[in-house]
């Protein structure tokens, strides 16, 4: 299984403002994505992160509100711009490492409150 | 949107119980893959199974074994006699649109007590 961690694990933030999260993973691969799960929720996806191309978007996400970066093959950053409270949930990446339907692995996540 | 349906919320059992979990999911794909995860009280989401729409074999792992059922679009999940470990949210998830982002259900959080 691929080993992916995030920063921060969690973070309390003020409205208005923007936080930067980073995931990791301990091999190259193809594909990440960002999904958020807010309180008591289900999981959704925002966006899909290739290397070398600017990420794909879901409906209901927007770059401005969510830029993506993904500078190379094991490393990627959401960023949560002007954040309201309704942006408060957990922010995870996930990887599928070959492209071909593997498994997919979730990082533990970053636990985002906005005050 | 097509959708995966976890019908039960909350699921409590006594210890030792099997329980069974339901996932029926829409789909206009031809080839798609159905998982499972556990979230437990922690956070962490932890990868359980995929199973490829091709290979309508059952499988079973330990205390767990899931039911693929193509004609009836279900993939359903049984934990037998449950463990207070067995205690999170499970999600089930399928593919969409032919890649690889997740399409999830909204969860079925079982407690398993003692």
């Known amino acids: 299984s691929a080993v992916i961690s995030q920063k921060p694990s969690r973070d309390i933030c003020q409205r208005g403002t923007s936080l930067t999260i980073q995931c990791q993973v301990d091999?190259?691969?193809?594909?990440m994505f960002w999904y958020r799960q807010q309180p008591g929720q289900s999981l959704t996806l925002i966006a899909t992160?290739?290397?070398?191309?600017?990420?794909?978007?879901e409906s209901g996400f927007v770059i401005d509100k969510f830029p993506i970066s993904r500078p190379n093959l094991t490393f990627s950053t959401l960023t949560v711009s002007n954040m309201s409270p309704e942006d408060s949930s957990i922010y995870l990446c996930s990887v599928d490492r070959t492209g071909a339907y593997n498994e997919q692995f979730f990082g533990p996540g970053t636990r985002l409150t906005v005050l | 949107a097509q959708k995966v349906t976890q019908a039960q919320t909350e699921i409590s059992v006594v210890e030792k119980e099997d329980v069974t979990l339901d996932c029926v999911y829409e789909t206009r794909d031809t080839t798609y893959y159905l998982f499972w995860y556990k979230q437990p009280p922690s956070g962490e989401l932890v990868f359980l199974i995929r199973?490829?729409?091709?290979?309508?074999q059952n499988e079973i792992s330990g205390r767990y074994s899931w039911n693929f059922q193509k004609s009836t679009s279900s993939f359903n999940f049984t934990i037998t006699a449950s463990q207070v470990v067995d205690s999170a949210v499970y999600f089930c998830a399928r593919t969409e649109g032919g890649s690889e982002k997740l399409v999830f259900g909204k969860g079925t959080k079982l407690t398993v007590n003692p």
């Open positions: 992160a290739n290397q070398g191309s600017e990420a794909t978007y």
């Open positions: 199973r490829n729409s091709f290979d309508e």
């Open positions: 091999s190259q691969v193809t594909m």
